[in-house]
């Protein structure tokens, strides 16, 4: 209680001292209904600044009538005065250093029904409303300083959370796709959109639920979109921003975007090169680092691959990207789109990791050390097309290209200790790849609409095809530490070729019964043939030329995939019912070209699902969604090779591996009060899972193990998590309290024996947050707490705590400066020694406006003032804890030149009368 106090008392001496000298507007009137002869209570009046529409303040009328606004800042405004009786009434204020006192003694609310000659009506809406199922911010509701970029804009919005990364939440659901009027901005790179474009080009930022569909599995899940609606004067004129900075020694940025509308054309260049932690590495892009390219699923609705591998951020990076994109509509029916990506991005990472085994009557533990360089160059194309042919058939081609050049090498030592720490075995491995993989896909979607409303055929056929090569050599020699013998060793060149194709005809055909109910049916045929041969060469004399067998493998995959689904959908304005079913055929042929043997699977499938939609009120929603899912292995999963690339921990494929089988539930509910800014999100997830792919581990005498893919019942994943915005003191300060909850549990088989881990979670967090016009001060932490549970061995349950405090500050001071600081500090405990770290980071930086709309900006930062920043993480794996330290970018200073320009094109005038 003390320190709320004595910080409430900090930001009301942060508040007076930046109002010292300046005057005050103080705004009052008395509100009378005359038709009642009395004065009128609780009408709302609301004070909204001209300029930029922000909603200065509001209150209520008291039981005289009356309201009062003082200690306003000087400026031009609008006083709105609501009251469900009576119609909207406006009166505008032009403040001045003569003129800051209004009072109005005598308002009188004209009755909805008196019959009057003529109304002029100012359009005037929420910060927040919806527009049906589509939750809108109005930008311009939410102060941004001149040159702040959307992700800025982001961050002001209640109820969105946008990470150091660039991920976005909403209702604490993460945004899984950001798109730019309705298309794609560069692909499927949203930081290009949110970190490049000008936050003042956003008319709204518009947050929708949409249904989309698992190109293999057939079932439908809900996704959530972000949609950045671009002003009209941004949609013709031009806009961009160049940036650069250097230390003049190290590091550097350098970022370029330009945008030219007119219409529906729309061009834009973007080019960035960095070898600092902002590198923009898109968080749709982070897993594209692996070199084994398999993934789990052939293709999914957008035709991308999946990719295994590191966070690229854990490292150090260095980034170029370029790409332009186009769209435009040729006449009045055609529209063609189109976009390209050039990514060069590089990662070298020094790591350090502690992972303890725990077996039911021993335990151990590796100390490893290793060094990475990963390399990843990309091309990727997307073209679009799309030819209304009336208003009712649309017809819509979306062809993909990509190509990845991925090189690593890395270099590792693994020491192992028994439990008393005395060190008994170490290994060596050096390991260099390189991969060339090229991908194409094509979607062509025709709809089909009727006069008869919700009336709908939508037929879609799609083709994949995928072809990778890989070639690299594997050095490694594994020891006994107290005898200094060598127990193993290899010297291998590996090569590998995969292709893959597949195709998905889908058709679908929505028929109304009555303006409330309609029936949903579909039928979907997919066929998919993949061939992955993997080879390895021992080394004799000079030559690699002795095929190893153990260690290759050629191998095919087919699958093929029926089913027909039938849904009844009930939707009135506030409650959407959606029930029916998939009836689902897998068939799987998988042949070992190397033995001849042959393995066959049919399997059927029933895959229900259910939606129910409540809308509240028009500020408040109730989701929930329940689907059924069935994954098919993957290619690698199913091949029965030994993959030695890490001569430590061997992988061995399964041919009888079965698909899973999941059941999913997701509940979300928020809430909005526009006019308090309170704002409320809570939700739970529950996914269980049948047939689920696990491991089968053998540990052998020196400690390596070998796993292999098998499917195991009873997976489990769950978690609750609420959030809700407090403002305080007129929205000057506003308090931020979120919590979460989870529990997973994962079955294994470990030397031949059941194995199941339980992990509980729970954990919370509090920010205060004060955000005036020249002001921005934010205070919070947050703590977790882990706690796993394996049955096997006791000594895997260690639970931990992991603490994260924040401060947050920046101050526009006098002559466009501004001053801004953010430091973070961890605190990382009951974990293996070494990696009980807590660290300090502390960024400053010093920005500097120029020119009359202040769009030269030179900024001065440091980061990592004190020297401490490190990546440290700790994972739970069935029986095995695994604490890990990498290695990346500490203090550095920058000097950055950036230039943001625009046309001066103003806003269209509307000519609608009402």
Known sequence: MLFTKRFLLFIALLISFVSVGQDKMKISGVINDTLNNKPLYNASAVIIRIRDS??????????????????????????????????????????????????????????????????????????????????????????????????????????????????????????????????????????????????????????????????????????????????????????????AGSDFQKFYEGEALASVFNKDLKISVFGQATNTPNSGFSWSDINQYGLDNERQNIIDEDGNWTFIGSTPRDGLPQSLKGGFYFSDKIGEKTKLSANYTYNDNQVIANTNKTTQYFLVDTTYSTDDTGSDRNRLQQHIANIGFEQKFDSL?????????????????????????????????????????????????????????????????????????????????????????????????????????????????????????????????????????????????????????????????????????????????FENPKHLVRLGARVRNTQMDNFNLFTGDSFKQNVNNLLPGFRYAYKIKQNSRLNFNYNTDAQLPSISQLQPLQDNTNPNRIVVGNPDLKPTYTHTMRLNYHLFKPITGFYTWAGAYFSYINNAFSSSLLYDQYGRTVSQSINVDNNYFGNVYAGTGIPLYKQLLK???????????????????????????????????????????????????????????????????????????????????????????????????????????????????????????????????LNQNITASRNIQTNIIVDNRTQIISRYFLVKLTYNFKNKIKAVDSDEEF
């Open 393 to 569: 058939t649309t017809l819509e081609i979306k062809p993909r290209f990509q190509f990845n050049k991925t090189t690593q090498r890395s270099e590792s030592t693994t020491e192992f200790f028994d439990a008393d720490r005395n060190s008994f075995s170490e290994t060596n491995v050096l390991n260099e790849t390189g991969s060339e993989e090229m991908s194409f896909s094509n979607i062509a979607k025709l709809t089909r609409l009727f006069k008869k409303r919700f009336r709908k055929l939508e037929v879609t056929y799609q083709f994949d095809y995928k072809k990778n090569t890989l070639e690299g050599v594997l050095e490694s020699s594994s020891g006994l530490t107290f005898m200094d013998s060598t127990i193993q060793s290899f010297n291998q060149k590996k090569t590998g070729n995969l292709e893959g194709a597949g195709h998905l005809a889908r058709v679908s055909y929505h028929e109304p019964l009555s303006k409330l109910w309609r029936l949903e049916f579909e039928y979907q045929f997919n066929q998919f043939k993949t061939d992955q041969s993997r080879s390895s060469f021992n080394l004799i004399g000079e030559e690699y030329n002795e095929l190893d067998s153990l260690f290759s493998n050629s191998f095919e995959n087919e699958q093929m995939i029926n089913f027909g689904g039938a849904f009844v959908r």
């Open 735 to 865: 308090m931020n309290i979120n919590a979460n909850a989870g529990i997973s549990s994962i079955n294994n088989k470990i030397n031949g024996l059941d194995n199941r881990t339980i992990n509980n979670s729970v954990g919370g967090g509090l920010d205060l947050v004060f955000d005036k016009d020249s002001l921005f001060f934010e205070i919070g932490g947050s703590i977790n707490y882990n706690a796993p549970n394996s049955t096997l061995n006791s000594g895997a349950n260690q639970p931990y705590f992991t603490h994260n405090y924040n401060v947050n500050f920046a101050w526009d001071i006098f002559w466009n400066i501004t001053l801004a600081t953010e430091a973070r500090y961890v605190i990382q405990s009951q974990r293996a020694d070494g990696f009980n770290l807590n660290y300090f980071i502390w960024d400053v930086s010093v920005k500097k406006n120029f020119l009359k709309d202040e769009n030269l900006v030179l900024e001065l930062r440091a980061n990592d003032l």
């Open 54 to 243: 922000v909603l200065l303040d509001y209150t209520r009328t008291d039981l005289q009538g009356r309201f009062e606004f003082t200690n306003l800042d000087i400026d031009t405004v609008e006083l709105l005065i609501t009251h469900p009786k009576f119609l909207d009434q406006s009166f505008y204020m032009f403040g001045s250093e003569d003129n800051y006192e209004f009072h109005i003694p005598n308002i009188i609310p004209l009755e909805k029904t008196k019959e009057i000659r003529e109304v002029v009506i100012f359009a005037s809406k929420d910060p927040i409303y919806y527009r049906g199922d589509t939750l809108v911010y109005v930008a311009d509701s939410f102060n941004v300083k001149p040159n702040a970029v959307v992700e800025d804009l982001l961050k002001k919005l209640p109820g969105v959370e946008v990470d150091k990364d660039g991920k976005i939440k909403s209702q604490g659901k993460d945004v899984e796709k950001v798109l730019v009027d309705g298309d794609e901005f560069f692909g499927s790179d949203p930081l290009i959109a949110t970190r490049n474009l000008g936050a003042r080009a956003v008319e709204s930022v518009e947050v929708y639920e949409k249904e989309s569909e698992n190109a293999e599995s057939g079932s439908t899940e809900t996704v959530q979109i972000m949609n950045l609606k671009l002003k009209d004067e941004a949609k013709k004129g031009y806009f961009g921003r160049i940036a």
